[in-house]
């Protein structure tokens, strides 16, 4: 059960599945962001032009900055309040398994279907969300900027602080008891206890929860594009909105391309600083 | 910690299930009651629209599609990440670091960016409108992530394990098949837990991909829809069906959701 041979067949299920699924398709983009076509079959040569006409595009730069605002945001809402709820379930019990139960649904709720349900909820008359901010006076007025914002986050919130709760709640079981009492008897108080003992242990949880939010909330398309048509104006038009629109509407493939590589370099550079941030590197057993 | 209940996650659940509650009950609705304005019990239970997408294959199709592209996903998903796993896990080959780092750079992009040259290459390859379409794109963020989870539950194992198997005269693949699955069962199970709810939810490709044949019901929602002007007590019974799935691996998977989720250590 050693040796490189092994290894190798251990790996080539996987490396075969995303060669089809994610290198060859990535390598597409590349071509693409390299070459001009007409038709979509013959390509020529054109160096870094797309490159250099994406770099130079207000709109790529505001849909990136409207991008990172939006991940930076979802972090700043989802990951404070998700560790929260996690120390406050109860930690066994029939109420622990239902909560959980309950905490899961929205995980599992197709993008459309979270989509629709927030776009109807805000919607005049009829939606749940316009009636409980007219009741409250201000009134939901989907044509103000930072209003249509706020409906993102929370629905960004309603759909996903769960994933940080579940990880988060999974880490804390897995701290062993006697570190709460050995606590105790120093005389640690409540943020003390979570400074000093839980939150070292919900490192890694922590760092997965982190990378699968950050990169899923900086691509975020359907969600937001069933709520906001990308408006008012451009003001929700995202990254993934506006490398949909260049890729396959109007069928740009090498500015896309360009984008999307530009897209990829980004993502890779700020995942690797999380990583070398929270994970020192492997100590390997001899 | 004490086991009391303390308020905040109750209220806090009690916020996230009250807008589903609300499309509940406006799936029992008529179209009119709906534009009546807003009430928290339907006047009287309504079946009519669930009577609609049960009757129309346009409609209960979308289901079928989807659970059919999500198994198969969930099922290459799970079997090729285990065995790569187990050599991240247990080999110390050259490029370790790195490989594992490339193969999680996938799960970073996002299908926005993977749309164009998939919609080609299935075009080129004849697969478009079909499952395995769907299933194999879905691969590209869903065969990291297998690997990641399960590469923790692995390294949980003593390598003793291994030995001891060796010993015993199992190869590599009665190895994997009678001790190695076995043990790791919860991280299979969250495993294909993930990789259920990421290829579940997902819209732009399983979207894109598709046309008849395999369109998946949030397809066939934005299609009805045009959300304004759309039939809003059918779509909101759409929806309600869209959230069993996902209900029913909830409630099967409720013992792992709460222990099973702490995945090792990482890279």
């Known amino acids: 059960m050693s040796g490189r041979f092994t290894v190798f067949l251990l790996l080539l299920p996987a490396l075969l599945v995303m060669t089809v699924s994610g290198v060859v398709p990535a390598g597409f983009i590349a071509f693409y962001s390299l070459h001009d076509t007409f038709a979509g079959n013959s390509f020529v040569w054109v160096g870094p032009q797309w490159y250099v006409s994406v770099l130079s595009s207000p709109e790529f730069w505001w849909a990136l900055a409207r991008s990172l605002g939006y991940s930076a945001l979802v972090l700043l809402i989802e990951v404070p309040l998700g560790i929260y709820i996690a120390l406050r379930l109860p930690a066994a019990g029939p109420w622990a398994a239902v909560l959980i139960v309950l905490l899961a649904i929205p995980l599992l709720a197709p993008q459309i279907v979270v989509g629709y349900l927030f776009k109807v909820m805000t919607m005049p008359r009829i939606g749940l969300l316009h009636a409980i901010f007219t009741a409250m006076g201000p009134g939901l007025d989907m044509n103000n900027k930072a209003v249509v914002w706020a409906v993102l986050l929370l629905m960004d919130a309603w759909h996903w602080t769960s994933l940080v709760v579940l990880l988060c709640y999974a880490g804390l079981r897995a701290i062993p008891q006697a570190y709460y009492q050995a606590a105790r008897i120093d005389g640690a108080g409540r943020w003390a206890i979570f400074r000093h003992i839980e939150l070292p242990r919900l490192r890694l949880v922590l760092l997965i929860a982190i990378l699968l939010r950050l990169m899923d909330s900086f691509m975020i398309y359907a969600e937001a594009y069933v709520v906001t048509r990308g408006g008012p104006g451009v003001s929700t038009t995202f990254l993934s909105h506006e490398l949909v629109q260049t890729a396959t509407i109007q069928f740009d493939l090498g500015e896309g391309g360009a984008m999307s590589i530009l897209y990829l370099l980004i993502v890779v550079a700020i995942s690797w600083a999380f990583f070398s941030l929270i994970v020192p590197r492997r100590e390997r057993p001899a | ?267």
């Open chain 2, 1 to 267: 910690m004490k086991g009391r209940l303390s308020m905040a996650p109750l209220v806090y659940v009690a916020l996230l299930m009250t807008p589903v509650y609300w499309l509940l009950v406006m799936s029992f609705k008529t179209n009119a009651e709906i534009g009546g304005g807003l009430t928290f019990l339907p006047h009287a239970v309504n079946l009519e629209n669930y009577a609609l997408i049960f009757s129309d294959p346009d409609w209960y199709m979308g289901y079928v599609n989807a659970v059919i592209y999500v198994l198969l996903n969930v099922a290459i998903s799970v079997m090729v990440a285990l065995p790569a796993a187990y050599a991240f896990s247990r080999h110390d080959f050259f490029g370790h670091r790195g490989l594992f780092f490339g193969l999680l750079m996938f799960r970073m992009m996002a299908p926005a960016i993977l749309l164009a040259p998939f919609v080609q290459i299935f075009s080129d390859l004849g697969l478009i409108d079909t499952h395995i379409a769907v299933a194999i794109a879905h691969c590209f963020f869903n065969v990291p992530l297998a690997i990641w989870i399960l590469e923790g539950f692995i390294s949980a194992i003593p390598r003793e394990m291994d030995e001891s198997a060796r010993i015993d005269g199992h190869g590599i693949l009665s190895f994997m098949g009678r001790i190695l699955i076995p043990q790791i069962a919860p991280g299979i199970a969250v495993a294909a837990f993930f990789c259920f709810m990421f290829s579940w939810i997902e819209y732009m490709l399983a979207n894109a991909l598709t046309t008849i044949d395999a369109k998946p019901i949030a397809g066939i929602m934005t299609r009805a829809a045009g959300v304004m002007t759309g039939d809003l007590a059918l779509l909101s019974a759409a929806s309600v069906l869209g959230l069993l799935p996902g209900l029913i691996l909830i409630i099967f998977m409720r013992k792992y959701l709460a222990t099973g989720f702490s995945m090792g250590r990482v890279l």
